[in-house]
């Protein structure tokens, strides 16, 4: 049964990740980056911080504390038990690394004759996680359909980029967004509970 999932899933990545073209290269690789979304990140914890302050502006600091917590709370628990126990627990080879399907994978090359192939292990992935993590949170803080929907396609893409790039399969990228996904829920709604009982709301 395993063997037959592990198959799926090696044919699976080895499809999507033929799908290539130099602007999707290009495309990609700027979306797997971190720098990228920095001012995406700004602006969202800006945005949450005023939703959670709104009508509360003398406890902003409070808001701000707890947002800042949660935040940083949501990330390292999805992050840690991705890349700090799942992978050096599963030792699962990333698809750059694995002798099955490394040799007929697609890379991006970054610099000539240098191409990205990520660390040795690969699931689940942090990326998917680090970016499911975030959705949930903010999808329980926010309840707005308009940006849960937006969150959710950023999350996509920032995942589905690790499998254009080469460097996780698909399963890497469902486990990993489970994962992220329950952490944000959870901490989300934790949030909740303690801003209406420490703001008042």
Not at 39 to 60: A, I, R
């Amino acid at each position: 049964m395993l063997e037959s999932i592990i198959e799926i899933d090696q044919r699976l990545f080895l499809f999507l990740n033929s799908l290539q073209s130099n602007f999707w290269d290009e495309f990609f690789w700027i979306i797997t980056e971190t720098k990228t979304w920095i001012p995406f990140y700004f602006f969202l914890f800006v945005k949450t911080w005023h939703h959670l302050s709104s009508g509360y502006q003398v406890k902003m600091w409070k808001s701000l504390g707890l947002l800042a917590v949660a935040v940083g709370a949501t990330i390292t628990l999805a992050d840690q038990t991705t890349s700090g126990f799942m992978k050096p627990f599963f030792e699962r080879l990333r698809p750059s690394h694995d002798p099955v399907t490394a040799p007929f994978t697609e890379f991006y090359e970054y610099a000539k004759g240098h191409v990205y192939k990520g660390g040795k292990f690969g699931f689940a992935s942090s990326h998917a996680a680090n970016s499911f993590a975030l959705f949930g949170l903010l999808s329980i803080i926010f309840k707005n359909k308009s940006i849960t929907i937006t969150l959710l396609i950023w999350a996509f893409f920032v995942s589905y980029s690790r499998i254009y790039l080469g460097v996780h399969y698909p399963g890497d990228i469902l486990v990993g967004a489970m994962v992220g996904t329950l952490y944000g829920l959870l901490v989300g709604f934790l949030l909740n509970k303690l801003h209406s009982a420490w703001i008042g709301k």
